[in-house]
Each structure stands twice: as structure tokens, then as C-alpha cells.
């Protein structure tokens, strides 16, 4: 270690034969390809939803919902991460309830793509977010596909083009993405 002291890290295993009293799952939501979970857009070429983010496209927006089955959860909700592409610059995470005004899990008003991390939520256990059976989830992503952003303009220079293009669902560079 820089200072000369020793390593105390240490680990200590039990074993049981009990079941666990809390469980831990990751789950993504979004990255649809299309309906039902993608849902239609103003700027959709047809009333079939598309996740196409058009060059110049300042303030696109791409919306998926999902509704949770009715053998899914509760579920508390420890901790949020979102993920979106270069020309990403805002995202939200709500859930729906039964009609009730939808609750903020999540937002981002100014998305930068270094951040593509977990986010835990400061509170105790019993008293974190609590998703049910029947639920909607839903995830918006908006998107700045112009010169006018910088990790758009840096990525047309380092592919060697001189202006935006068309962005679609993907997971290469050059590709878009929206989940949580």
C-alpha cells in the first residue's frame, strides 16, 4: 500500500439452509424495437412506432412503457440507472398507479454519456420506492441529434463525417439506445 501499512481485507462466508429474507434482481426497462412497449412518436413516419432519432432532430423524444404482470413484484426499488447514447440530453423514469398522477423514480435534465452508472436512492429499506403488480413503468428519453450538441459534433468528427445522421436502436457507437 502507498502508506506501508498491510492489506486488511477480509471475507466471511456462512453457509445455511435458509432462505434468503431479501432478494436483489436487476432489471432493464426499455430498448424496445417497437409496440406495445415503444410507444408512437410525433415525428414516427407512421402510426407504427419507429425508434429512429432524424439528423437535426433538436428535442426528439422516444418513449417506452411497460406494464409489470400481475405475478411481478413488489418490488422495492433500491437504486436507478439510465442509459442513452452521444445524442442523449434528458431522461425520466415514472411509475403509474391505478390511474394516480404518475411518481418520478428518476430524472435527468442535462445527460451526458460518462454517466452511465447506478444511482441509489438515500433512503432506508421500508421506506424506498415500491413498484407493484400491474404497474407502468415508463421511460423517456430525449434526444439532441444536431451540431449544436458536443458529444454529437464530437462523434461526426471522429467517424470522419461532417454533419449528423439518422440514429436507430442499437448498441454500436453510432447506434441510440433509451432504458432504465
Given at each position: 500500500?502507498?502508506?506501508?501499512?498491510?492489506?486488511?481485507?477480509?471475507?466471511?462466508?456462512?453457509?445455511?439452509?435458509?432462505?434468503?429474507?431479501?432478494?436483489?434482481?436487476?432489471?432493464?426497462?426499455?430498448?424496445?424495437?417497437?409496440?406495445?412497449?415503444?410507444?408512437?412518436?410525433?415525428?414516427?413516419?407512421?402510426?407504427?412506432?419507429?425508434?429512429?432519432?432524424?439528423?437535426?432532430?433538436?428535442?426528439?423524444?422516444e418513449?417506452?412503457?411497460?406494464?409489470?404482470?400481475?405475478?411481478?413484484?413488489?418490488f422495492?426499488?433500491?437504486?436507478i440507472?439510465?442509459?442513452m447514447?452521444?445524442?442523449?440530453?434528458?431522461?425520466?423514469?415514472?411509475?403509474?398507479?391505478?390511474?394516480?398522477d404518475?411518481?418520478?423514480?428518476?430524472?435527468?435534465?442535462?445527460?451526458?454519456?460518462?454517466?452511465?452508472r447506478?444511482?441509489?436512492?438515500?433512503?432506508?429499506?421500508?421506506?424506498?420506492?415500491?413498484?407493484?403488480?400491474?404497474?407502468?413503468?415508463?421511460?423517456?428519453?430525449?434526444?439532441?441529434?444536431?451540431?449544436?450538441?458536443?458529444?454529437?459534433?464530437?462523434?461526426?468528427?471522429?467517424?470522419?463525417?461532417?454533419?449528423?445522421?439518422?440514429?436507430?436502436?442499437?448498441?454500436?457507437?453510432?447506434?441510440?439506445?433509451?432504458?432504465?
Amino acid at each position: 500500500w502507498r502508506d506501508g501499512g498491510t492489506d486488511a481485507t477480509s471475507i466471511d462466508l456462512r453457509l445455511t439452509t435458509d432462505p434468503p429474507a431479501r432478494t436483489a434482481e436487476f432489471r432493464a426497462f426499455g430498448n424496445a424495437e417497437g409496440a406495445p412497449i415503444l410507444q408512437s412518436g410525433p415525428q414516427d413516419p407512421t402510426a407504427t412506432p419507429r425508434f429512429l432519432i432524424p439528423a437535426y432532430a433538436d428535442a426528439h423524444r422516444e418513449t417506452m412503457r411497460i406494464v409489470l404482470e400481475p405475478t411481478e413484484g413488489p418490488f422495492e426499488v433500491f437504486g436507478i440507472t439510465g442509459r442513452m447514447g452521444w445524442s442523449g440530453t434528458k431522461m425520466s423514469v415514472k411509475v403509474e398507479r391505478d390511474g394516480a398522477d404518475p411518481a418520478c423514480l428518476h430524472r435527468v435534465r442535462d445527460w451526458h454519456p460518462d454517466w452511465q452508472r447506478l444511482y441509489l436512492y438515500d433512503l432506508p429499506l421500508g421506506e424506498l420506492p415500491v413498484v407493484q403488480p400491474g404497474d407502468a413503468i415508463t421511460v423517456q428519453c430525449q434526444y439532441d441529434n444536431t451540431i449544436a450538441n458536443p458529444n454529437v459534433r464530437d462523434l461526426v468528427q471522429d467517424v470522419g463525417l461532417d454533419e449528423p445522421f439518422d440514429m436507430e436502436l442499437g448498441s454500436s457507437r453510432m447506434d441510440e439506445m433509451c432504458f432504465a
